[in-house]
């Protein structure tokens, strides 16, 4: 990661044909092959699993042969989305040992580590939860996890700056409430109170085809990190959303999703904004129903927004210059896959980017973006 001295890589197979299996061992095969002083901390392994089976036994495959190969903790995240360009994209994590040192901390099945250098601390990890006993469950599950680890380590809830939320059937229902609706209201349980200071963590909040409940977090403890929310004056914060944008009867309590469309971070004079998932959203309305492109470019102009030069000058007194670190691309439709990556393009070249299909929030929405936007 760059703010541990290192690097976010995507590893893509050597040949698209050939098994599932096949397609893992090339991936760490290059995995295995990197030698730059950089360590591996966390792969995020990207691949379609078509039953619950089929995702139990890919989580065991890719346990052991990580295990096999590397001879160091890695977290490890299975992450049930299909790539686009083939059947597995393997995101890898790297930190420079020599700069920062690490600590395992394992809670059951979930994990994180630790990094330290003076008085910074880092805590990067996953929690999850799939044990098919109602969604409501899996989210309190996961949570209660996170809280577990936190206080472990002694890292206060609002110390989190970036969270992923990976989401089964993420519009889908659990009886008579949508499963994403009723993610957010076990979230806002959690979170409580405290955010109110400092603004919420930029997140993600994506559909998954397995995997139940998997929240991803990076949090930071230090006296001399510089972090704040970034909004966007064209969208309703997330979190300030109004009831009719929420899913679920009026008499039934819905609340927000909590999170920042943006958040600036500077540590060690690394500068950077971490990017939330961002779609067609203007005001607190979906724009540009059923037409791909059109919700493509007001992504992108919702994004263009939170790195602007007025939002820079509000974030340093240095002049900053941004430039798109890297994205993900997620993409509701297949057949929308083209005309998505022809806009992505025009705006961002080529810029290191992964497309993948996931369900997005709302049923109208087409295609989500996130990414990283580094500052010099």
Request: overall charge positive; some cysteine.
């Amino acid at each position: 990661m760059y703010f541990l001295n290192g690097d976010r890589l995507y590893i893509k197979p050597k040949h698209r044909c050939g098994t599932v299996d096949d397609q893992i061992q090339s991936c760490l095969s290059q995995l295995a092959q990197i030698n730059s002083g950089k360590k591996i901390f966390k792969l995020n392994f990207f691949v379609d699993a078509e039953s619950d089976e089929a995702y139990a036994d890919l989580n065991a495959k890719i346990k052991s042969q990580v295990e096999s190969q590397f001879p160091t903790d890695i977290i490890l995240s299975l992450i049930a989305q299909p790539p686009l360009s083939c059947k597995i994209i393997v995101e890898a994590f790297l930190f420079n040992p020599s700069i920062w040192s690490s600590k395992t901390i394992k809670k059951g099945g979930d994990s994180a580590m630790l990094f330290e250098k003076e008085t910074t601390r880092i805590l990067i990890g996953n929690v999850q939860s799939n044990e098919k006993k109602g969604y409501r469950n899996d989210a309190e599950k996961t949570f209660s996890t996170l809280s577990t680890i936190f206080s472990e380590v002694n890292f206060p809830i609002k110390s989190i700056v970036r969270q992923w939320n990976y989401l089964e059937d993420i519009i889908g229902f659990d009886g008579d409430k949508q499963k994403y609706q009723e993610f957010n209201n076990v979230r806002s349980e959690y979170y409580k109170d405290h955010f109110e200071k400092d603004g919420y963590p930029a997140a993600t909040g994506i559909g998954t085809n397995r995997g139940g409940v998997l929240i991803e977090f990076l949090a930071i403890q230090s006296d001399v990190v510089k972090t704040a929310p970034v909004d966007n004056p064209d969208q309703i914060a997330a979190h300030h959303y109004s009831k009719k944008v929420l899913v679920g009867e009026e008499c039934v309590l819905k609340t927000t999703p909590k999170f920042e469309r943006a958040r600036y971070f500077e540590l060690y004079g690394k500068k950077l904004i971490f990017i939330s998932g961002t779609a067609s959203i203007t005001g607190e309305k979906t724009i540009g129903v059923g037409d791909p492109v059109a919700q493509t470019e007001i992504t992108i102009q919702n994004i263009k927004r939170l790195y602007s030069d007025e939002v820079l000058k509000n974030m340093s007194q240095d002049k900053l210059r941004a430039k798109y670190g890297h994205a993900r691309v997620y993409v509701k439709n297949r057949k929308d896959f083209a005309a998505i990556k022809t806009t992505f393009k025009t705006h961002f070249g080529n810029l290191p980017v992964v497309y993948i299909i996931a369900d997005i929030c709302r049923p109208d929405l087409l295609v989500e973006i996130e990414g990283k936007v580094i500052l010099e």
